[in-house]
Structure formats: C-alpha cells, structure tokens
C-alpha cells in the first residue's frame, strides 16, 4: 500500500507538471494576460525552476528527516498551488503559484523513490523505481484526455481545480499507509554500508563518487531538456503545423501514452541488460523519432514517431533514476536522487524557454523537434560515459554500490 501511494502521488505530480501544456495555447488567446510565445515559454519554466529548488533540498530532507514527512509535505503543496492557479489575476501571480508548486513538484519524486528503495528488496529496486515513474506520463496522460473534456466545456480554469482530488484522496491515504523510514545514518550501517562514512552533497562530490554525480547530472540535463520541452510545447506545436486544439491534445496523449510503454519496457530491459545500456539505447530512439518528425511524414508515422519519443524521453529518465537508486549506498540515496533530479531540472527550465525562442525568432515547428533530438543524443552519449567510468570502478574497493550489475 505504501508503494501504490508514492505512485498515485507521482501520477498527480505528472498530472500538475503537464497540465501547463495543455492549457498554454488557451492563456496565449484568452486570458487577456498578453502573453505570447516567449512569454508563455518563461512561464512555463518557473514549475521547473521550482522543482529544481524543490528536487535538490526535499532529497537532503528525505535522508536527513524521514520520507514520510517529506512526501506528504510535498504533495499538499504542489496540490494547493496548482489549486490556486485557476484563480490566478495574472501572468506575474500565475507563475509565481506555478513556481511554488513546482518546488512541491520537484521534491515529492526523489523522496518517493527514496522511500520505496528503502521498501524493496536491493533485486527489485532498479525495477520498481522505474515503474514508479510511470505515473509522471500517466499523469500527463490523464491530463490530455481530461483536458480535451473539460477546457471546451468549463475553461482552462477547471484543469487546475483537478488537483483538489490529490488533497482529498491521496495525502489521507498517504498519513494511513506511508511508514516513516530513514536512511541509516553514520555508523550504524545496514547491508549498504557496513562502516561509517559521511553523508550529504559533499559526499556526492569527491571520490569515489565525484565523475559518476557530475555524468548522472549532465545527462539528467540533457534527457528533461528533450522530455518537458516536448511536454510543455508539443500541444502548441501541433496547433501551429495546422492541427485544432482536439487533435494537437491527442498527439500529447501519443507522448505520455508512449512515456508510459516505456517506464513497463525500461522496467523489464533494465533489469535484463542493466539500467546504463537500455538508457543509451533510449535516448537514441527518442532522438531518432524526433529527427523523423522533421520531414513531415504521414500522420499516422508522426503518432508512431511521437510514442517512440514517449518511449525514450521518459524511459530514459525513468532508468537514469533506476541507476542512482541502485549505485549509491542507503545514507546516500536519496541526497543523490535529489542531486541527479534537481541539476536535470536546469534542462527542464531552459527547454520551455529556448521552445518559445525558437518559435519567437520565426525558426518554426521543426525548430523544436531537432533542438529535443539533439538533447536526446547528447543524453546517449553523456550515458555511455557513465557506463564506462562505472565499469572501471567494478575492480576498485571504493566501486558504487551495484556497478556489477551495470
């Protein structure tokens, strides 16, 4: 019970994080805040900026004053934010309420995940953080087909008021069924570490672990870069290559449906090959299918290409997190989660950004889709580096916890 928690609360994350995308054409045209692309792009950006606050510290929390704690304090804000947003006067206040949501957003993933390694058996950890991030594209998901409902009917407004189920539902399940567990702490080592060694950042940042924290970083960077930007922009994009708002919300949906085919595939190649390799193999198709999108196939290759892209966007970031969870001792796991998560959300806050840019300069459409395709590749081959710096460690007697299985 206590995982199906952490993952409804995941869903609703995804849910609140991808919602700005589906309403980002109705504030442009009808809420007379004068916003246009590049605006909408800055704005869109302040949830990850938020979250970026939020991914880096929560994490820190998590190991340091429980996970329980953590994630529930999370959920109520990033819930009561998103609540307040569909009563926003204006652009400044609406992103304003989107950033401190955001700092909600970020920190609930990286404590969940935490928390759950700590639930599981080190066998299925790799495995079911993964499948636990299938509730980000599932969450986006629902947003879509809620979306294409609700927005004609009752206003961008109602998609926001959606995340009053969270409050009501999820965080009193959450106090029920979510134990208070804590990472061990110096000297009193679990199976992760038997002898006494310090924790927090600047544990991340020397050796042994110093190249594989920076590596997990970058190429945290370069995977949200490609996977928000296509979830914030996609919608819009669609729209302006000549779909109505209907179609352009279904082709989001071919995104996270994808995203969440991919968190099931990645779950079962990860464990069969390791979580490095099928990550490199990921990014490559993502970058493939969005390199495709460029010469303007058929519709029916542009929903198969966008699937492939769900696939690998998010299945990469899914295995990136399988990784950190997997690599880095108990003490350390859930400050490295933070650390991974909250440096990737840089790629999260520039992609709203240099998609509306882009758009802004008159550079169009397939602008976008090569600016995500290029961050997908540079993923895959920041990920190869991590494989590699890994391997050499596996002889060293200061090798992360579980290089052997990469």
Known sequence: ????????????????????????????????????????????????????????????????????????GCAIVFSLFTILCAFAPSAPVFGALRLLAGIGLGGLVPSANALVAELVTAKWRSTVATLMMSGVPIGGSIAALVGIQLIPAFGWQSMFLVA???????????????????????????????????????????????GVSV??????????????????????LMQLAGYNLGSALTFALALNLGAVAGSVITAWAGT????????????AVAAGALVVLVTGPPVTVVYLMLVLAGVGTHGTQCLIIAAVASHYPGHLRGTALGWALGTGRIGAVAAPQVGGLLLAAGLGVNSNFLAFAGAAAIAAVLLAAVGLKLKSKISTPHSLTGASNV
């Open 215 to 236: 590596l997990f970083a970058l190429a945290t960077i370069a995977t949200l870069f490609a996977w928000y930007g296509l979830g914030t922009w996609l919608p819009n």
């Open 1 to 72: 019970m206590a995982v199906l928690v952490c993952w409804l609360l995941v869903v609703f994350d995804g849910y609140d994080l991808i919602v700005y995308g589906t309403v980002q054409s109705s504030l442009i045209s009808e809420t007379g805040w004068g916003l246009n692309k590049a605006t909408a792009g800055t704005i869109g950006s302040m949830a990850f900026v938020g979250m970026m606050i939020g991914a880096i510290f929560a994490g820190r929390m998590a190991d340091s004053w429980g996970r329980r704690r953590t994630i529930l």
């Open 272 to 283: 069969r090959f390791g979580p490095i390799p099928t990550a490199i193999a990921a990014a």
């Open 164 to 210: 009053v189920l969270a409050l009501l539902i999820v965080v009193p399940l959450g106090l029920k069924y979510l134990p208070e567990t804590l990472a061990p702490v110096s000297g009193t080592a679990g199976k992760d570490h038997a002898v006494k060694e310090p924790s927090g950042f600047k544990s991340l940042l020397r050796a042994p672990y110093l």
